[in-house]
């Protein structure tokens, strides 16, 4: 089984934290709809799986009208082996959710209709300040009346939340969650703001208009959503997901076991399990090359040491964690052996445990996943293989 994920590279306007791939103009939408489905049509043969899950993100695919929709994934059933019922997710804003509902009944009747099964829905905030800071295209009433009618036409919802920002106190972030736990939404996706380079939040905390992030504040916000979550019955199966039994997301799934996946559109990233390629992130040339049957792609063959630090890197981010088994089968003895040494010094800090031959993050060392993983890379082994 494999998914395919298609970049729609359009927003209303910039979100300050944000560095996605993506333009405010919509001057090109048409012309991308075009390419994107000539993208999907020239690597048909590319993929030979069966196609399990297709996710709209972005950018906004909200931005997108239903036809355009219908289109793109009318070329899929058209040109690749779909199984029934795959999971279809759509990011989506509120503003455009709540914009469009009039549209013949509801906009939510009308995905449906054309196969959308699950939401992917950018709350950020239930507070009207910290969408202001975010520069968030929705308020905070929107946030909340897409929501109400969102649960009335799907089961299957995801929610995103930002914690960790300036002068957000814990009993702010813990009545966040208590709101989002209020429309009873299956499964919430909740990440740290983090400062990415050459956006406009690194620029205001550069200029002292905004506090810089504090991790120990993060830290604290990511205790009390494991704790609040747990306790509404949500699994933490990765580190920023957490759903209930039955509504993880089958798409990001896949992608933290290992599983084939067909990026398209600018900016998209593809994986065939040893080799990762990524679009041209330039709409205008990337609209331009497919138009003329020319994939602009690169393409990167990962060596054993690259396939067994990704391995580490998602594994351990899940409830599923690092395989020791796997680790000797699929790299080598070595591997395993250089695994579980490095791994003593964080067994013994009770950031890690081994329980049933698999390496998992204890409770502790949660929210230093990656941090941890990092320690447990491997660059020089490759050579004693060759």
């Given at each position: ?42 690597r048909k043969n590319e993929n030979k799986d069966t196609i399990e899950t297709i996710y709209f993100g972005g950018g906004t695919p909200s931005v997108l009208e239903i036809g355009e929709l219908k289109a793109i994934l009318e070329t899929i059933y058209k040109n690749y082996k779909v199984i029934d019922n795959p999971e279809i ?115 205001f905390i550069k200029k002292g208009k905004i506090k810089p992030i504090d991790d120990e504040i993060a830290s604290a916000h990511f205790s009390i959503l494991v704790d609040k979550l747990t306790k509404a019955d949500y699994i933490c199966y990765e580190v920023s997901n957490f759903g209930k039994p039955d509504f993880f997301s ?137």
């Amino acid at each position: 089984m494999s998914g395919i994920y298609l970049h729609i590279p359009f927003c209303k306007q910039a979100c300050h934290y944000c560095d996605f791939h993506f333009s405010t103009s919509l001057k090109k939408k048409s012309e991308m709809i075009d390419a994107i489905i000539r993208e999907l049509q020239l690597r048909k043969n590319e993929n030979k799986d069966t196609i399990e899950t297709i996710y709209f993100g972005g950018g906004t695919p909200s931005v997108l009208e239903i036809g355009e929709l219908k289109a793109i994934l009318e070329t899929i059933y058209k040109n690749y082996k779909v199984i029934d019922n795959p999971e279809i997710t759509l990011e989506a804003n509120p503003d455009d959710l709540i914009s469009v509902k009039e549209r013949s009944g509801t906009i939510f009747k009308d995905y449906r209709t054309i196969g959308i099964n699950r939401l992917s829905i950018g709350i950020q905030s239930f507070f009207e300040e910290d969408l202001l800071l975010m520069n968030r295209a929705h308020n905070a009433k929107e946030a909340e009346s897409c929501l109400i009618e969102a649960t009335r036409y799907f089961d299957n919802i995801s929610i995103d939340l930002i914690y960790g920002m300036p002068n957000m106190s814990n009993e702010k972030w813990i009545s966040n969650i208590e709101k989002a736990l209020s429309f009873n939404i299956p499964h919430i996706s909740s990440y740290a703001l983090t400062v990415e380079p050459k956006t406009a939040l690194a620029d205001f905390i550069k200029k002292g208009k905004i506090k810089p992030i504090d991790d120990e504040i993060a830290s604290a916000h990511f205790s009390i959503l494991v704790d609040k979550l747990t306790k509404a019955d949500y699994i933490c199966y990765e580190v920023s997901n957490f759903g209930k039994p039955d509504f993880f997301s089958k798409h990001n799934t896949s992608y933290w076991q290992g599983k084939r996946y067909l990026g398209i559109g600018p900016s998209a990233h593809s994986f065939d399990g040893q080799r990762r390629g990524w679009n041209i992130r330039n709409n205008a040339k990337y609209i331009k090359s497919i138009m003329e049957g020319v994939l602009p792609i690169e393409v990167e063959k990962l060596s054993i040491a690259d396939q067994y630090n990704e391995y580490v890197m998602t594994g351990l981010r899940t409830i599923w964690g690092v395989s020791l088994p796997k680790i000797e089968l699929d790299f080598g003895k070595e591997y395993r052996q250089y695994l579980v040494k490095e791994a003593q010094r964080h067994i013994v800090g009770q950031l890690l445990y081994i329980d049933n031959d698999t390496l998992l993050v204890t409770k502790k060392g949660k929210f230093l996943t990656d941090g941890i993983a990092s320690d447990l890379f491997y660059v020089k082994l490759e050579r004693k293989r060759n």
